[in-house]
């Protein structure tokens, strides 16, 4: 069971601009950092985010990130056909003491 | 920087598996490392963790696992450890080795430590079935 929650989907054109929410509590993306991962169809998952915005070497600057309070979200601008993927957000949870994942969100590019 | 895991199979309901991982350039006993699986069309769920000899090696494990599963790790042979007892159909899944690093960074001139996943294995499936 999912403690982060995304939207199951989200989709836009060639060029346009995502946005892909990821809402928590106080015990995870309220205290400690969020990461976020791409996985491409068939493919293991990759780190796109870390640290709430950084980009690791190789991700594209379309790319970007934000923490505020127990909510993050991740924009893809100027969406490609190569960014359809599966995205996810985590965070380490002081309660549970374990990570916690998203549930997912579906990025299709129409 | 690599990751291998190995192990994975077909095994019936209640019976055991070990999986293994691998890795490779980097250094390994600097690095927690964690175990994350995913279920056919499901999810990324974290399995558990194993800190570093700093640390003494404690792990932690999700409560979907506690007491069934066990994570260890050998520094000399750069590879990490999931053995899995008393397998149900629910532990159906691709499982990943994946690396976590430590970084720091500031915030209002505050300087704070933060750990984060990442680098991932290709992962390897375990199935439980009768």
């Known amino acids: 069971q999912s403690v982060l929650t995304q939207p199951p989907s989200a989709s836009g054109t060639p060029g346009q601009r995502v946005t892909i929410s990821c809402s928590g509590g106080s015990s995870n993306i309220g205290t400690n950092t969020v990461s976020w991962h791409q996985q491409l169809p068939g493919a293991a998952p990759k780190l796109l985010i870390y640290?709430?915005?950084q980009r690791p070497s190789g991700v594209p600057a379309r790319f970007s990130a934000s923490k505020s309070g127990t909510s993050a979200s991740l924009a893809i601008s100027g969406l490609q056909s190569e960014d359809e993927a599966d995205y996810y957000c985590a965070a380490w949870d002081d309660s549970l003491i374990a990570y916690v994942f998203g549930t997912g969100t579906k990025v299709t590019v129409l | 920087v690599q990751l291998l895991e190995s192990g994975g199979g077909l095994v019936q309901p209640g019976g055991s598996l070990r999986l293994s991982c691998a890795a490779s350039g980097f250094t390994f006993s600097d690095h927690y490392m964690n175990w994350v699986r995913q279920a056919p069309g499901r999810g990324l769920e974290w399995v558990g963790r194993s800190r570093d000899r700093v640390s003494s090696f404690t792990t932690s494990y999700a409560a979907s696992v506690t007491g069934r599963f066990t994570i260890s790790r050998d520094d000399s042979q750069t590879s990490l450890y999931l053995q899995m007892n008393s397998l149900n159909t629910e532990d159906t899944a691709v499982y990943y080795c994946v690396r976590e690093s430590k970084d720091y960074g500031t915030s209002s001139g505050y300087r704070y430590s933060y750990y984060y996943m990442d680098v991932w294995g290709k992962g390897t499936t375990v199935t439980v079935s009768s």
């Open positions: 640290n709430n915005n």
